[in-house]
């Protein structure tokens, strides 16, 4: 983060959206500001609140892209949730406070994994070990060797000769050779392809799906892991399998066993109340309605009331611990067609004090969009084309044509911003690409004239555009 400037942070997010340059700005600063806060005195640190942005635009501008990539950007927890999706607490439905829980489970999940990757070394090394006792396991006692001299599980008869060692009891010297020639044929592959006999645990899951109160939580109950606990462990069992895939399961159990997972989870909990970010689109949908009935709107003010104390700080109790929301940055969004910022309620629009509006896209940014990203979509549909060996070219006034039939069906139907390129793309390369395992020619070039016989159509029939796009 030290690195990182305003500056250098819109760079970057240069790479992957076109135009809406006060968005970038706004969001860089609002994440240089994070940085800054760490530097401050503790007696004033905990001061700082983030200040919550809201971008205004209609879809398809960027509005997401640019809270996924700052997120990305800065390896920062990042989750994105739709604000029409919560109810009111004490209404069935999600609870707000459920954002800072999936949140928690999601860092948790990608930092155990880092963990596991961490440890992957001494976990082969601990997984090895397994496999060569499974090899060559130690004899039960000398009376028992000849006859059955190999315990529980062991490796196939296709895997070792067992009729040598059975003539006499090994010496710890050649049972350590023995161990040490498997161990070589072990890691140079030699083993690969042979079975082995492993044990492995089955367990007696129950076959319904829970569904209970958020609120449940709050009390430290967790239905799941309480139902979990009470069924009964199944019995282990053997299973034969390649000493390759045999290898990988054991490297697995160890990674989970070498990691701490309540250092996990204490790291877990620091990033999320430090650094975590949470999403908030369509907060246009939680408007009230002017005029509205005279029952309660459970899916709009209701909800609305209930994001008042998560966005502006507070304690949400998960089943790992405490959360603490007071420096989670909330990025909101939403198109506000049919309303406006002022209809939230006014404790709400206090709690966003940054507004964001976003530029329309037209033909210029239609054609930058094709084009510049590093995920640009013509880089895409040539890379994919490029597996069946086909070189596909598309030339300058073919990207102009296609950014202006985008702008054109935008401006007769619904404008949905750069998502109508997708539709228009497809579209436009569908015979090509169903085509393409058996089509002869190798090199395509996209021209003006293809575009226009593949689109015109469209642009002439208003209901077949409806339809389509």
Known sequence: ????????????????????????????????????????????????????????????????????????????????????????????????????????????NHLKAREQDAVQEKAREIAEERMLDLLLPAPRDRRSRHSDQYTGSGADEDTIDMDKPREAAPTEAGRASTREKFRRMLRDGSLDERYVDMEVQSHAMPMVEIFSNAGMEEMGINMRDMLGNFM??????????????????????????????????SEAIEKVEQSGIIFLDEIDKITGKEGGGSGPDVSREGVQRDL?????????????????????????????????????????????????????????????????????????????????????????????????????????????????LHTLMEHLLEDLLFEAPDTQDRDITIDKAYVDEKLRDIKEDEDLTRYIL
Not at 246 to 264: F, G, H, I, N, Y
Request: net charge neutral; proline share 5%.
């Open 1 to 108: 983060m030290s690195d990182l400037k305003p500056n250098d942070i819109v760079t970057e997010l240069d790479k992957y959206i076109i135009g809406q340059d006060k968005g970038k700005r706004s969001v860089a600063i609002a994440l240089r500001n994070r940085w800054r806060r760490q530097q401050v005195d503790p007696e004033l640190r905990e001061e700082i609140a983030p200040k919550n942005i809201i971008l205004i635009g209609p879809t398809g501008v960027g509005k997401t892209e640019i809270a996924r990539r700052l997120a990305r950007l800065t390896d920062s927890p990042f989750s994105k949730v739709e604000a029409s999706k919560f109810t009111e607490v004490g209404y069935v439905g999600r609870d707000v406070e459920s954002m800072v829980r999936d949140l928690l489970e999601m860092t948790i």
């Open 232 to 265: 009964p462990k199944g019995p282990s069992k053997k299973r034969k399998m390649k000493v390759a895939e045999a290898m990988s399961v054991l490297c697995q159990e160890e990674a989970q066993r070498l990691v701490d997972m309540d250092k996990v989870v």
């Open 308 to 420: 008042l104390p998560i966005v502006e700080g507070t304690t949400v109790t998960t089943k790992h611990g405490p959360v603490k929301t007071d420096h989670i940055l909330f990025i909101a969004s939403g198109a506000f067609h049919t309303s406006k910022p002022s209809d939230l309620i006014p404790e709400l629009q206090g709690r966003f004090p940054i507004r964001v509006e976003l530029d329309s896209l037209g033909r210029n940014e239609f054609t930058r969009i094709l084009t510049e990203p590093r995920n640009a979509l013509i880089l895409q549909y040539i890379a994919m084309l490029k597996t069946e060996g086909i070189n596909l070219r598309f030339e300058d006034e073919a990207i102009s044509e296609i950014a202006a039939f985008a702008e054109q069906v935008n401006n007769q139907t619904e404008n949905i911003g750069a998502r109508r």
